[in-house]
């Protein structure tokens, strides 16, 4: 499985909270990075994003993500734009340092490369100013973390080409992420504007006293915070407005708005004393938790809320999570092909490794993973006989009607794991199958799954025989399986004791 984005070199100036996102974003979509950045701990910075990154990408997709990306430090900015076909530049928020920067990038990047900036409200007019191909700068401004949150604001200067914009846009829907370009330039663009009128507010109702900083996070995550998640401003205050709508809540709370509740043309005087107040209540708030271990929460609520909504709407999907589902899609569909399987044997269908994510309060593999090893073994099969999400899109399926798991060993995290399936028996509706799971080197069995799949039309909703096609890549497999000693373990019972053995 090759990279999933048109594209399979990137460099990334600036290793930061954001450059690091990226660098995570491109790795994980299978693009070989560059990277410069002249700080000392650059490359411990950037390597605890990225092991965050993987770990959250765990949770987030079963979806089979091609080959990790190549990284590679760089001693010079030249070192590491020179084969680049997108360069993403994300250093500090200073006009003279990023004009200087992308003047440096513009003149060693090969001609046809794109050019962003992570800038989060400088104008591109100002920073494509002094270059000598304009128009292949753009403002990627992304939002973090970069390798989870989808949105990208692309915003064009005066001087940027169009076919640069449907470029990055086509770049970023490969990687999973959401392209939306704002119609004409302006500082701060969209998000950064709404963002920068909540925190006015927010720190004028510190100095006053009204709340402090974890009173304040909480009226927001336990409330819009969760409706705006997943349905944005405008839609929320629609519903809001009930069966009349949107023109009946303007109507209704327009007029507040000329209320002297705001403070938003006030700015707020961030005297140390008021630098101090916050700060502590901030100290308190994290009550002694790591910045990464703040990262690794954060990812698994933002994973949580994401796969929440891949599975609303009935599985359509709703958001951020039709987006991710979308993208899931074309993963599997640039999966490798199977390879002509070894009948002689149980089929090896996955390997795949004890991620982070999947780590209980044990330091072991938690239950419910090894169901999803197995799951993405009979998916496998499936797909090695043909029903494939194209097929499942027409209306057939087959679903696991009863499962039986054995529980041998434990997975340790880090550990490599190898499962395998052999078909006890197949006819024109059902497949037995038994899978055995190995861990580690040298290999130890963990644990066996036996399944019971039945075919279905899943329009009419009841079981039917498979069609041709998929029976004439099933019985091979099954006539060759039926060679094999039929695995002692299955057709077990729960803690029925195992059979003597008669000499």
């Not at 359509?316 to 092909?337: I, N």
Request: with cysteine; net charge negative; glycine share 8%.
């Amino acid at each position: 499985m090759t990279s999933l984005a048109p594209l399979s070199r990137a460099a990334c100036i600036g290793g930061g909270v954001i450059g690091g996102g990226w660098i995570a974003r491109f790795l994980l979509a299978g693009i070989d990075v560059k990277v410069f950045d002249p700080h000392p701990e650059a490359q411990r910075i950037v390597g605890e994003v990225l092991a965050n990154a993987e770990r959250a990408y765990g949770l987030l997709t079963n979806a089979p993500l091609p080959p990790r990306g190549r990284l590679t430090f760089c001693a010079s900015l030249r070192e590491a734009v020179t084969d680049a076909e997108w360069i993403q530049e994300s250093v500090p928020e200073r006009l003279d340092l990023k004009r200087r920067v992308l003047g440096e990038i513009d003149a060693a990047a090969p001609a046809g490369a794109l050019i962003g900036s992570s800038t989060s409200g400088l104008l591109p007019s100002d920073l494509q100013a002094e270059l000598t191909h304009p128009e292949r700068l753009f403002v990627a401004h992304p939002y973090n973390p970069v390798y989870l949150l989808p949105l990208v604001e692309i915003v064009g200067g005066t001087a940027t080409a169009p076919a640069t914009i449907e470029r990055a846009k086509a770049v970023l829907d490969a990687i999973g992420m959401k392209g939306v370009v704002i119609a004409r330039e302006i500082e701060a663009f969209v998000g950064d504007r709404l963002l920068e009128a909540l925190w006015r507010e927010a720190l004028w109702l510190i100095k006053d006293d009204i709340c402090d900083v974890e009173t304040l996070d909480d009226v927001i995550r336990y409330s819009f915070g969760l409706r705006w998640a997943q349905m944005g401003l405008f839609q929320t205050y629609r519903i809001a407005g009930g069966e009349a709508g949107m023109r009946h809540f303007l109507a209704q709370f327009g007029p507040c708005l000329k209320w002297p509740w705001t403070k938003l043309t006030d700015v707020v005087d961030l005297d140390d004393a008021l630098v101090e107040k916050i700060g502590a209540q901030s100290d308190a708030q994290a009550a002694g938790l790591s910045i990464r271990e703040m990262e690794r929460i954060r990812d698994e609520n933002l994973v949580g809320i994401v796969q929440a909504l891949k599975a609303g709407r009935g599985g359509e999907g709703w958001g951020a999570g039709k987006l991710l589902a979308d993208f899931e899609q074309r993963l599997l569909a640039q999966a490798s092909p199977p390879e002509t399987p070894d009948l002689s044997a149980p089929l090896a269908l996955v390997e795949t490794r004890v991620s982070p994510a999947w780590i209980d309060y044990n330091g072991h593999m938690t239950e419910h993973r090894y169901l999803q090893v197995f799951g993405d073994t009979t998916d496998a099969l499936l797909r090695l006989i043909g029903v494939d999400l194209a097929y499942v899109e027409a209306g057939h399926s087959y679903y696991t009607v009863e499962t039986h798991i054995r529980h041998l060993d434990e997975a340790k995290l880090g550990e490599e794991l190898r499962s395998t399936c052999q078909i006890i028996a197949a006819d024109e509706k059902r497949i037995h199958v038994f899978h055995r799971l190995f861990a580690g080197a040298p290999a130890r069995e963990v644990a066996t799954a036996e399944q019971m799949l039945l075919h279905v039309d899943t329009k009419a909703g009841r079981a039917a025989p498979a069609p041709g096609t998929v029976l004439a890549r099933l019985r091979p497999i099954a006539d060759a399986h039926a060679r094999l000693d039929v695995p002692p373990e299955a057709g077990r019972s729960i803690g029925r004791k195992r059979e003597p053995v008669i000499a």
